[in-house]
């Protein structure tokens, strides 16, 4: 079997690696932040709750009542336990033992989303006038979750106020004798 010698000024290339020169294929867009990809993730979700709405509710008539109903709904899937009034750990941070009071979405994580949902609804052409993100009833049942979660858990959500720092003391120059 007779091998041919590769020439010196011939270059293999391996088909296996893309080239800058390889300009057929079209350029790859730069992946989404964290951030866009959960607006847009929280954006399918709502729109997908407004298709299986009975009725089917279109976004143009989605109103305050409506996001304030979806809130409630995402609270079947919440992780973070509420304690009723009548609940011995009512309070408490840190309960000793399990209770049967239920898991509810977090004040944080619904306000992060109200967040995203009211930026996506203007993107995808709603007027900031008529966004129901905005509405002043979704503003109040925010405040009133935090409130209610805070007394429950027993963590207050003021803001604390920062302690101006003392300016450091003079610092005496020793004399030398």
Same mark, same amino acid.
């Given at each position: 079997?007779?091998?041919?010698? @590769?020439?010196?000024?011939?270059?293999?290339q391996?088909?296996? =690696?893309?080239?800058?020169s390889?300009?057929?294929?079209?350029?790859?867009?730069?992946s989404?932040s964290?951030?866009?990809?959960?607006?847009?993730?929280?954006? $399918?979700?709502? =729109?997908?709750?407004? #298709?299986?709405?009975?009725?089917p509710l279109?976004?143009?008539?989605?109103?305050?009542?409506?996001?304030?109903?979806?809130?409630? &709904?995402?609270?079947?899937?919440?992780? =973070?336990?509420?304690?009723?009034?009548?609940?011995?750990?009512?309070?408490?941070?840190?309960?000793? +033992?399990?209770?049967?009071?239920?898991?509810?979405?977090?004040?944080?994580?619904?306000?992060?989303?109200?967040?995203?949902?009211r930026?996506?609804?203007?993107? $995808?052409?709603?007027?900031?006038?008529?966004?129901?993100?905005?509405?002043?009833?979704?503003?109040?049942?925010?405040?009133?979750?935090?409130?209610?979660? +805070?007394?429950?858990?027993? @963590? +207050? &959500?003021? #803001?604390?106020?920062?302690?101006k720092?003392?300016?450091?003391?003079?610092?005496?120059?020793?004399?030398?004798?």
């Amino acid at each position: 079997m007779e091998t041919t010698p @590769i020439p010196d000024n011939h270059t293999t290339q391996n088909p296996f =690696t893309l080239t800058a020169s390889s300009s057929t294929s079209p350029p790859i867009p730069p992946s989404p932040s964290r951030y866009e990809a959960q607006k847009r993730r929280d954006w $399918n979700t709502f =729109t997908q709750y407004l #298709k299986n709405h009975r009725p089917p509710l279109p976004l143009p008539r989605c109103s305050g009542a409506n996001v304030l109903e979806f809130l409630r &709904y995402l609270d079947q899937f919440g992780k =973070t336990k509420v304690h009723n009034t009548s609940c011995p750990f009512f309070g408490h941070p840190n309960p000793p +033992s399990p209770c049967p009071c239920p898991l509810r979405q977090a004040w944080g994580s619904l306000d992060a989303l109200i967040g995203r949902l009211r930026a996506a609804f203007e993107e $995808n052409g709603g007027r900031p006038e008529s966004n129901p993100f905005g509405a002043r009833a979704v503003r109040l049942y925010l405040r009133e979750v935090r409130e209610m979660q +805070s007394k429950a858990r027993g @963590i +207050s &959500y003021d #803001k604390k106020k920062r302690r101006k720092q003392p300016p450091p003391p003079p610092q005496q120059q020793q004399k030398l004798p």
